[in-house]
Structures are given as structure tokens and as C-alpha cells.
């Protein structure tokens, strides 16, 4: 029970720092290519901080949302150690499984927050966000930082929820009844 308890531990720790690489690198270019507005990496290499923290919130969100999910795949990993007679899950299908969790989780990150910046840019048209934002204007930068933060704050639960349903249970027999 102590070994498998290590293993796990050990793959937790690798799948979170494989995970962290991952998720900044693709979330920072899903991001940057989809805004449509202006190009953002330009932006950030012109010093435009405004952009510079949407962006920093938006990998920070995407985080948190992605972290809910990966609670599920350490669950199917432990009980497919814990349990290997029990499961029918193999060793392909499990790989198979942890990917589909990790995509799930990151194209919910994605839609969440595309979706809630969209929405929050037809609420308050008068603003102008990505015309602010382009100009360099640091309180919408903060504002919309703070719009995809809340955002990501309570869609991680619902993220957490559906992940964990989607995780395969080992079967513990059949129960007989009497006649």
C-alpha cells in the first residue's frame, strides 16, 4: 500500500509538471491566435502591459480550470494500481482516457474563456475592450483580467464535476436476489 501510495505520488508530481509546460505553452498560443482584434504578441513585445496582464490571467485561469480536471486522471491512476485485478481498465486505455480527461479540461479552459470575454465585450459595447486594450489602457487590462479570473473560479467546480462522472468505476459484483 506504502509503494503504491509513492508511485502515485511520483506520477501526480510528473503529470503536474508536464502539465504546467503544456498548458502554458498551447493555452499562450490558442490565445494569442484566436483574438482576432489585434496580434497580442506584438503587443507584449511592445511593452503593452495592459495586454501583457490579460494575458498573464488568462494562462493563470486556464491553470486553475485544467488543475480541477487533472484530479480525475490521479484517480483512475490509483485505482488502477490499487485495484489491477478489479479493473478492466488496461494499460492503453488508461493513457487513452487521461488523454481524453486533459483535452476535455482544456477545451472547456478555452470555451470558458473565450466565451465570458466575448460576453463580457457585448455587455459593455461602450467600452471598446480590445480598442482599450490596444491602446494600452491598463484598467481594462485589469478588469478583463478580473472578469476571466471569476470566470475560471467557478467553472474549475464544474470542470471538477463532469471529470470525476467520466471516470470508469471497477465493478463489484453481482448482488443475487432471492426468490
Do not use: C
Amino acid at each position: 500500500m506504502f509503494t503504491t501510495r509513492i508511485i502515485v505520488s511520483v506520477f501526480e508530481f510528473a503529470l503536474a509538471v508536464l502539465m504546467s509546460s503544456l498548458i502554458i505553452a498551447l493555452t499562450y498560443r490558442v490565445f494569442i491566435k484566436a483574438n482576432p482584434d489585434f496580434d497580442m504578441e506584438a503587443e507584449i513585445k511592445a511593452g503593452n502591459t495592459a495586454v501583457g496582464i490579460l494575458v498573464a490571467a488568462i494562462l493563470f485561469a486556464a491553470s486553475m480550470i485544467l488543475q480541477k480536471g487533472l484530479g480525475s486522471v490521479v484517480s483512475m491512476f490509483r485505482m488502477y494500481l490499487s485495484a489491477p485485478g478489479e479493473s478492466s481498465i488496461g494499460l492503453g486505455k488508461l493513457a487513452l482516457l487521461t488523454a481524453g480527461h486533459i483535452g476535455l479540461s482544456m477545451a472547456l479552459a478555452v470555451i470558458t474563456i473565450s466565451a465570458t470575454l466575448r460576453l463580457f465585450g457585448k455587455l459593455v459595447r461602450s467600452l471598446h475592450a480590445g480598442r482599450e486594450l490596444q491602446k494600452g489602457n491598463v484598467a481594462v487590462g485589469i478588469v478583463l483580467s478580473s472578469v476571466v479570473l471569476v470566470a475560471a473560479l467557478y467553472v474549475g467546480e464544474g470542470v471538477s464535476a463532469i471529470s470525476k462522472a467520466l471516470v470508469p468505476q471497477p465493478s463489484i459484483g453481482q448482488i443475487e436476489i432471492m426468490k
